[in-house]
């Protein structure tokens, strides 16, 4: 079983909703219950900000801020990982907005928040996902590109320098500056980075599909997995004749990309595709009561993964995850994500829809910027 990874501490200062809060922990689950709107899942939030990226909300960092504080945001938590205990502070100060997040780990200040990846891996479900599979590529694209950094930090660092050199080059073309020195450096740039992004995602979709088809039967659907648009026949070209192939076809679609004011072929258009194998039916054909079985069994599949590849189990965050769910499903469900031997964060309005948990998990009640024990 992988190593356990959990909180023990968690603060918040002028986070959302919450002025000044914190929360003693062990190393059970934590369940997290009150009225809609009450700050439930602000704290999911501020534990998502344990990792790299915008947390689960993807939000601004100004937005973070409670209204009213003189400064901006932080969040600390005491942390038994990978690397043995670990304080981790995280936020900004009010004229660092603009500039992101700042990062301390033990009080050192950290040269990125990729560093909180040799610590812990934080995954989450939200009810925002829920649309994942009838909603655009684009999300499909971020969804994915999560599951990947769990595995690669480096990923996100890739996907960032290629957009960079993506707008670059179209804005050399919206201008009519079709320089072939200038281009030519940009496109076997964006090809480097463009391969590498692809055979990231490739491999995740490899080893999820791997250890789903070895995985004991659960209540969940088994989703099939598989990726399209971005060198859909690349076969097992190496990574070079790939990477030619690429540059060469930004080359040749420049006039056509100027006109249409976009690149129109990379990484950036490929998209996500699912399948529910036991019904053989694409995701966005099945019921909203499958899709949302066919989310949860990916997202439990890929925990697992996390936790053998890297031999830490990461720490989940499940919001409303009780809501939709019979009883039977519910106590399946927890049991699942017990197995998978990490903390999990768990929110709802009812405490007793969590009962099955009993003693694995902390309960604590939610008002208004308050939490009961």
Request: with cysteine; glycine share 10%; charged share 25%.
């Amino acid at each position: 079983m992988a190593q356990k990874t959990y909180l023990t501490r968690l603060k918040l200062t002028d986070f959302r909703n919450y002025a000044d809060v914190g929360l003693s922990l062990d190393d059970r689950h934590v369940v997290l219950t009150g009225d809609n709107g009450s700050g439930k899942t602000n704290l999911l939030e501020a534990v998502s900000f344990l990792s790299p990226g915008r947390g689960l909300r993807r939000a601004v960092l100004a937005d973070v801020t409670r209204v009213g504080a003189a400064g901006g945001f932080s969040v600390f938590a005491n942390l038994e990982g990978r690397e043995g205990e670990v304080a981790i502070g995280t936020g900004v100060e009010a004229q660092e907005e603009a500039t992101g997040r700042r990062l301390r780990l033990n009080g050192t200040p950290a040269k990125s928040v990729e560093e909180l990846t040799d610590h812990l891996n934080v995954l989450w479900l939200t009810p925002a996902m829920d649309g994942l599979f009838t909603g655009g590529s684009s999300d499909r694209r971020r969804f994915l590109d999560r599951l990947v950094l769990s595995l690669d930090p480096a990923h996100g660092r890739r996907a960032a320098d290629y957009e960079r050199a993506m707008r670059s080059r179209n804005r050399l073309l919206s201008e009519g500056r079709f320089d072939p020195a200038w281009l030519t450096g940009i496109e076997v740039q964006m090809a480097e980075l463009g391969i590498a992004m692809a055979a990231a995602r490739r491999e995740m979709l490899d080893l999820l599909t791997a250890l789903i088809a070895r995985s004991s039967e659960t209540p969940f659907p088994s989703p099939d997995l598989s990726l399209s648009g971005f060198l859909d026949e690349a076969g097992g070209k190496p990574f070079a004749e790939l990477e030619e192939d690429y540059r060469s076809i930004l080359q040749e679609s420049r006039h056509r990309d100027a006109a249409a004011g976009r690149t129109l072929v990379g990484p950036h258009r490929a998209d996500l595709l699912v399948r529910h194998r036991e019904k053989n039916m694409e995701a966005e054909r099945c019921s909203t009561g499958e899709q949302k079985a066919l989310l949860v069994g990916l997202i439990l599949a890929h925990a697992r993964l996390t936790g053998d590849m890297t031999g830490c189990a990461p720490v989940l965050l499940l919001d409303e995850i009780a809501a939709h769910l019979d009883e039977g499903r519910r106590a399946a469900l927890f049991d699942l994500v017990h197995d998978l031997g990490g903390q999990s964060f768990m929110t709802g309005t009812d405490r007793a829809m969590f009962s099955a948990l009993g003693e694995r998990a902390q309960f604590f009640t939610v008002s208004q910027g308050k939490i009961l024990g």
